[in-house]
């Protein structure tokens, strides 16, 4: 990252079996397993005793079966990095030849602090200054460059802050989950038909994505049981904007907050002419959803 201009944090992968490092390092840090996805075994840490509890949660999550087998060679050890501070964002991109044509920005106006780091909205397009927004693709670019990656989907999480843009995650996929079905492109293409279109050398007349605004909220999971109920579902979808509600949880199942859950209850999806005005509507729906647990 360093021979391509790219910020990065301090970081360093440790063993569980090996002497803690807590009286060693500068905080705050954040303590991340080396596999499992959707911010699960990511913890924040800003002292020796709340990374001594963060390392041991995270190695009794890394001894259950699904995530060992998830994390397989990697379970017995774990990343940590200097925490970083500021805004978060996220960028959608497809890298053709080499160039990278950036698809769309996202804002995630919740707070991102920890110790935990549950994702709830995206909305697009990013109300950022126009600078920020061009440090983020080129932050986004200058990353895939120095990862090898020339070619199809492009998924980047940065934070912002008086530093400038610091890469978070830079992948060779598209946004997790049900996220995709916020952009629309051309007339009326998905996000996949893109990457589908683009991997086939088939035509792209255009990747310019339609000029209204959208947003998803991830359902936060509220607490740990098994659900007895989901209510006000109905009153939510009535929420003007609000183009659909996907729930992925149904009653009976057990929720798992995070840093040991993995799952989101459901998805909301809003569509609009002002981003400011789909995240209002996402937050309104948000606020009639009630889980029985």
């Not at 992948?171 to 990457?195: D, K, N, Q």
């Not at 989101?264 to 002002?274: E, K, L, Q, S, V």
Request: overall charge negative; glycine content about 8%; hydrophobic content about 45%.
């Amino acid at each position: 990252m360093d021979a391509h201009g790219v910020r990065s944090p301090w970081w360093r992968v440790y063993r569980f079996d090996e002497r803690s490092p807590a009286q060693s390092l500068e905080y705050p840090v954040v303590v991340k397993p080396l596999g499992l996805n959707g911010s699960r075994g990511v913890m924040r840490a800003n002292d020796p005793a709340s990374f001594e509890r963060a390392i041991g949660r995270l190695q009794r999550l890394l001894s259950t079966k699904s995530a060992a087998e998830e994390c397989g060679d990697l379970a017995d050890r774990y990343l940590v990095e200097r925490y970083i501070p500021g805004v978060e964002v996220a960028l959608e991109g497809l890298l053709r030849d080499g160039e990278l044509h950036t698809l769309a920005v996202f804002d995630k106006p919740d707070p991102l602090e920890g110790p935990f780091f549950e994702e709830t909205i995206y909305v697009t397009p990013s109300r950022l200054p126009e600078e920020q927004v061009e440090a983020v693709v080129e932050t986004a670019r200058k990353s895939a460059e120095a990862l090898g990656l020339c070619d199809g989907p492009l998924h980047a999480e940065l934070r912002l802050n008086d530093e400038g843009a610091w890469p978070v995650d830079v992948a060779a996929r598209t946004i997790g989950g049900l996220c995709a079905r916020t952009l629309r492109f051309g007339a009326g293409m998905s996000l996949e038909e893109i990457v589908l279109r683009h991997a086939i050398n088939a035509p792209l007349d255009t990747l310019n994505r339609e000029a209204s605004a959208a947003g998803v909220m991830m359902m936060p999971i509220v607490g740990r049981g098994r659900i007895q109920a989901i209510r006000g579902l109905d009153e939510a979808a009535a929420v003007p904007l609000i183009e659909d509600i996907e729930m992925e949880a149904r009653v009976g199942d057990m929720l798992v907050p995070l840093p040991e859950g993995a799952d989101y209850p459901g998805f909301i999806f809003a569509r609009g002419d002002d981003p400011a005005a789909v995240e209002s509507a996402l937050r309104e729906a948000w606020a009639k959803i009630e889980f029985v647990l």
